[in-house]
């Protein structure tokens, strides 16, 4: 964030009237600088500037922590200590939406100057196959940010074009000129992108990402702005479905583990490592680590105050049993509660609460590996390098089966790729249903699938239930303050309203 403020700060230096002065006084080079007459040259200039496109997501100020305390804790599944974008008391001044702001604008210029000077590259070792690929993966990446912008902000400006200082500062688009733009950068990368990388560039955007993601826009924009694009959802989603590149594994915990990242039913997700130096340096050596396990680790085993889940998830988990007449495989591998031989890091459930046995915490994605004990995450001593999963095979089956549904009212193949979800655990599958049943069903089956994962507040609120989903009593327990009319989204950072004078006014529910 301070990168862009001295971005702002220029911009506005160098549109204010100059009068007596040398203009040769005004025509310093850097020579520490490359400049981009000088970079642009080569297919490995190409390459580093992508791999420059995916540095700020990995930080701390983005998936690596504060995006997932502005999705994870906005949820009615959890009921975060802090009243801060967890609840729906969020300050404009808040440092964290400051940061994290600041780094979605980093990875967006980024984009935008591949896109406008990688074509123009002329080095015959620069296959058309490499050039397109990473066109494809700035494509893409504009496309992810604009939507997690546009979900979590709404009023954004638009930028797509490479970004002079007097463009650093534009007005808030129309929410629908967003959506159309998502849509079309997805749509140029996926002729773009390739369907796997090899071993070395694991993690990079691929064909089945963009599809997953524009599939989801639709779905999503169908629900929020009542486009009605239920069809064209299904047919991207189901371009996956069909193509056999990705499967379930075999056991839904095999996702959030030490050592599961980039399995088979990954489509795209956020890489993370145990590098722990720098703090928003914006470099090979920046903050890699999952910072955001001390945010979601249970009460009294994280510097941060500690995460508690609503009681109404784990009665979800339990209000069914498996084929074998069993609990749902997912409560252990997604919660903490008060099951036999449960453990908190190293220690026994009943040793961790025993003034508190009924306490719920979150179990998805802590590294619990042996020999790690709590204190030994986050910024101190051992980081955690379990991926931020941001699109997953499980996701795109039930997307698919929301969007089908929906297109064609009681679908069997809805239906399907429902029953393969729950197949995978072991579940026994749903039957024949109106539309109306089967809509609920499959709401139902996202939260048990995917909680703790990023979309369950977004999903409330393409779904109309924000404003009945959050009860007077279901945040108390922790202090969190209740639903707000006009707060469904997080207020535009007020260093956006004080320094860019086309934000005339405060995103509603914060004026």
């Given at each position: 964030m301070k990168e862009l403020r001295h971005i702002l700060l220029m911009a506005f230096i160098l549109q204010m009237p100059v009068s007596g002065c040398d203009d040769d006084l005004l025509e310093v080079t850097d020579e520490n600088r490359l400049s981009p007459e000088v970079f642009w040259q080569t297919g490995e200039h190409a390459n580093r500037a992508a791999i420059g496109m995916y540095s700020p997501l990995a930080n701390q100020f983005g998936w690596g922590r504060?995006?997932?305390q502005h999705t994870v804790h906005r949820g009615d599944a959890t009921n975060p200590p802090r009243g801060e974008a967890g609840n729906f008391g969020a300050d404009p001044a808040l440092t964290t939406l400051e940061w994290s702001w600041g780094e979605y604008w980093k990875v967006i210029l980024r984009t935008n100057s591949i896109l406008a000077r990688v074509p123009l590259i002329e080095d015959p070792v620069f296959t058309d196959a490499a050039k397109n690929a990473i066109l494809g993966e700035a494509y893409f990446l504009r496309a992810l940010q604009y939507f997690h912008l546009l979900t979590q902000y709404r009023n954004v400006p638009l930028v797509t074009t490479e970004l002079a200082l007097k463009e650093v500062r534009n007005p808030p688009a129309n929410p629908l000129d967003v959506w159309d733009q998502i849509i079309s950068d997805l749509q140029a990368a996926q002729p773009l992108l390739p369907q796997a990388w090899d071993d070395e560039n694991l993690g990079r955007a691929t064909w089945g990402a963009a599809t997953a993601l524009l599939g989801k826009t639709y779905l999503y924009r169908s629900g929020i702005d009542g486009t009605n694009d239920y069809a064209l959802a299904a047919t991207e989603l189901k371009k996956i479905v069909d193509s056999?590149?990705?499967?379930?594994?075999?056991?839904?915990?095999?996702?959030?583990?030490?050592?599961?990242?980039?399995?088979?039913?990954s489509l795209f997700e956020i890489?993370?490592?145990?590098?722990?130096?720098?703090?928003?340096?914006?470099?090979?050596?920046?903050?890699?680590?999952?910072?955001?396990?001390?945010?979601?680790?249970?009460?009294?085993?994280?510097?941060q105050g500690g995460m508690e889940v609503n009681q109404f998830v784990l009665d979800a988990f339990l209000a069914e049993t498996n084929n074998d007449g069993g609990e749902d495989p997912r409560a252990r591998s997604t919660l903490l509660f008060n099951y036999p031989d449960a453990m908190v890091y190293e220690t026994p459930f009943v040793e961790a609460f025993p003034d508190d046995l009924g306490l719920i915490a979150i179990r998805k994605s802590l590294d619990m590996r042996p020999g790690k004990t709590a204190a030994s995450f986050g910024f101190d001593g051992l980081g955690s390098p379990i991926n931020w999963?941001?699109?997953?095979?499980?996701?795109?089956?039930?997307?698919?089966?929301?969007?089908?549904?929906?297109?064609?009212?009681?679908?069997?193949?809805a239906l399907s790729?429902?029953?393969?979800?729950?197949d995978r655990s072991n579940m026994p599958p749903r039957a024949t249903a109106d539309q109306a049943t089967l809509r609920q069903l499959i709401r139902d089956e996202r939260l048990l699938e995917l909680v703790f994962e990023g979309d369950r507040y977004y999903d409330l609120l393409r779904w109309g239930l924000v404003p009945g989903a959050f009860t007077?009593?279901?945040?108390?327990?922790?202090?969190?303050?209740?639903?707000?009319?006009?707060r469904e989204y997080l207020p535009i950072p007020q260093i956006e309203i004080d320094t860019n004078p086309f934000y005339e006014q405060q995103n509603e529910g914060y004026r």
């Open positions: 504060m995006r997932v056999g590149i990705y499967q379930l594994m075999a056991d839904h915990a095999d996702n959030f583990c030490n050592g599961c990242d980039n399995n088979a039913e890489q993370l490592d145990n590098t722990k130096a720098g703090w928003n340096t914006d470099t090979e050596n920046d903050l890699r680590t999952a910072a955001w396990e001390a945010d979601i680790a249970p009460v009294g085993f994280s510097n999963k941001m699109i997953r095979y499980a996701d795109v089956l039930l997307l698919y089966a929301e969007a089908e549904n929906e297109a064609t009212p009681g679908s069997a193949l790729a429902l029953n393969e979800v729950r007077d009593e279901l945040k108390s327990r922790a202090g969190g303050l209740q639903y707000q009319s006009g």
